[in-house]
T-cell receptor, first 115, second 118 residues
Framework: AQSVSQHNHHVILSEAASLELGCNYSYGGTVNLFWYVQYPGQHLQLLLKYFSGDPLVKGIKGFEAEFIKSKFSFNLRKPSVQWSDTAEYFCAVNARGNAGNMLTFGGGTRLMVKP | GAVVSQHPSRVICKSGTSVKIECRSLDFQATTMFWYRQFPKQSLMLMATSNEGSKATYEQGVEKDKFLINHASLTLSTLTVTSAHPEDSSFYIC??????????????FGPGTRLTVT
């Protein structure tokens, strides 16, 4: 079974600082990778996703993530964060071909951006 | 597009009663819907996968007789928490896959339902 780990549980940054959130997964086969964001009081929204092709994927709101297959990683980055990026971020993995096409979520990283 | 709604958004019930939560895909047809549970400050835990017209597949440790799932149409799935207990208090979130984009494995999430059992 696949598992997902997010190393940073809480991150506090000042506006304009650069962001990198780690995500590692354990699964030997082909995967689809996602980053979701949950703003305070709102539902989960997709930030970006990787299925195949260019391992550097760009998402909404200036976020990007890089799939490094050899490291089983899919880290999320943003060059300059804003106060409005304060939210919880979840990495999720779908192992290709699993029967239910289920997503396995990481534990989440709570980001606070100070104005 | 790809909007998923849940009703109710919040519900308080007494111990021993049953509560039904609805999950609807508003502008697409969902052959598969998923039910998650999220504890405070924790991640989402998949409870079950619901396929239209067939029985739900429950994850290990989830009591199927306690958490009844029905996916009677391509736009509606319901989760019924039977004989609720205080430990069932949680945030329940559903998601749905659009059958037109099923190959992308993307899920669209509802806003969640906060259940409090007193």
């Amino acid at each position: 079974a696949q598992s997902v780990s997010q190393h940073n549980h809480h991150v506090i940054l000042s506006e304009a600082a650069s962001l990198e959130l780690g995500c590692n997964y354990s699964y030997g086969g082909t995967v689809n990778l996602f980053w979701y964001v949950q703003y305070p009081g709102q539902h989960l929204q997709l930030l970006l996703k990787y299925f195949s092709g260019d391992p550097l994927v760009k998402g909404i709101k200036g976020f990007e993530a890089e799939f490094i297959k050899s490291k089983f990683s899919f880290n999320l980055r943003k060059p300059s964060v804003q106060w409005s990026d304060t939210a919880e971020y979840f990495c999720a993995v779908n192992a290709r071909g699993n029967a239910g096409n289920m997503l396995t979520f990481g534990g989440g990283t709570r980001l606070m951006v100070k104005p | 597009g790809a909007v998923v709604s849940q009703h109710p958004s919040r519900v308080i019930c007494k111990s021993g009663t049953s509560v039904k939560i609805e999950c609807r895909s508003l502008d697409f047809q969902a052959t598969t819907m998923f039910w998650y549970r999220q504890f405070p400050k924790q991640s989402l835990m998949l409870m079950a996968t619901s396929n239209e017209g067939s029985k739900a597949t429950y994850e290990q440790g989830v009591e199927k007789d306690k958490f009844l799932i029905n996916h009677a149409s391509l736009t509606l799935s319901t989760l019924t928490v039977t004989s609720a207990h205080p430990e069932d208090s949680s945030f329940y979130i559903c998601s749905a896959r659009d059958f037109r984009t099923a190959s992308t494995y993307e899920q669209y999430f509802g806003p969640g339902t906060r259940l409090t059992v007193t």
